[in-house]
T-cell receptor, first 111, second 117 residues
Framework: QKEVEQDPGPLSVPEGAIVSLNCTYSNSAFQYFMWYRQYSRKGPELLMYTYSSGNKEDGRFTAQVDKSSKYISLFIRDSQPSDSATYLCAMSDWGAQKLVFGQGTRLTINP | GAVVSQHPSWVICKSGTSVKIECRSLDFQATTMFWYRQFPKQSLMLMATSNEGSKATYEQGVEKDKFLINHASLTLSTLTVTSAHPEDSSFYIC????WGQGPYEQYFGPGTRLTVT
């Protein structure tokens, strides 16, 4: 079993839709939860991070962490074609710098 | 701020040769650099972690003699793929972080695409 599981998709939705991306994990020591966006043949860029459980909102993006269920989500509201990319979740435990990535979900927003 | 560059962005080499990839932090001192490998439509797999001035720590299953990592300064780390073979063809990405920063403060380079013929 992988430490972090993420549905690879691909996921295709119309412009303006609400997108939900999810990851599950098995390591209860994870404390930091990150979401990255990666465009084709580019390095990942950090979208949001959350420490421990709870919600965090940044513009059209909302990250949720449910440590009891070992489940994290990223919601994108009013999705735009420019949001088309691969979205990767990543996690790390307290004091560590190593990131464990999910497989990534390929998202396409259709105009 | 927090810009990381990689060079080259794309390299093609013949089987059996060695190729060096550079990773530079342009506007901060990177005490730690990480090297990842990413196959098409797959996730990033950590290969090794290097702290400036120390030997790199390799992840299980990564051949240290094949993937040589040097982190001789606070702004530069290099990955040398020795005796490259077609199965080494992949997208190599580095990231860098400064002392005391959290795991979310790991800044990624744009990646290097290696094709071994």
């Amino acid at each position: 079993q992988k430490e972090v599981e993420q549905d690879p998709g691909p996921l295709s939705v119309p412009e303006g839709a609400i997108v939900s991306l999810n990851c599950t994990y098995s390591n209860s020591a994870f404390q930091y939860f990150m979401w990255y966006r990666q465009y084709s043949r580019k390095g990942p860029e950090l979208l949001m991070y959350t420490y421990s459980s709870g919600n965090k909102e940044d513009g059209r993006f909302t990250a949720q962490v449910d440590k009891s269920s070992k489940y994290i989500s990223l919601f994108i509201r009013d999705s735009q074609p420019s949001d088309s990319a691969t979205y990767l979740c990543a996690m790390s435990d307290w004091g560590a710098q190593k990131l464990v990535f999910g497989q990534g979900t390929r998202l396409t927003i259709n105009p | 701020g927090a810009v990381v560059s990689q060079h080259p962005s794309w390299v093609i080499c013949k089987s059996g040769t060695s190729v060096k990839i550079e990773c530079r932090s342009l506007d901060f001192q990177a005490t730690t650099m990480f090297w990842y490998r990413q196959f098409p439509k797959q996730s990033l797999m950590l290969m090794a972690t290097s702290n400036e001035g120390s030997k790199a720590t390799y992840e299980q299953g990564v051949e240290k003699d094949k993937f040589l990592i040097n982190h001789a300064s606070l702004t530069l780390s290099t990955l040398t793929v020795t005796s490259a073979h077609p199965e080494d063809s992949s997208f190599y990405i580095c990231s860098a972080s400064a002392w005391g920063q959290g795991p979310y403060e790991q800044y990624f380079g744009p990646g290097t695409r290696l094709t071994v013929t």
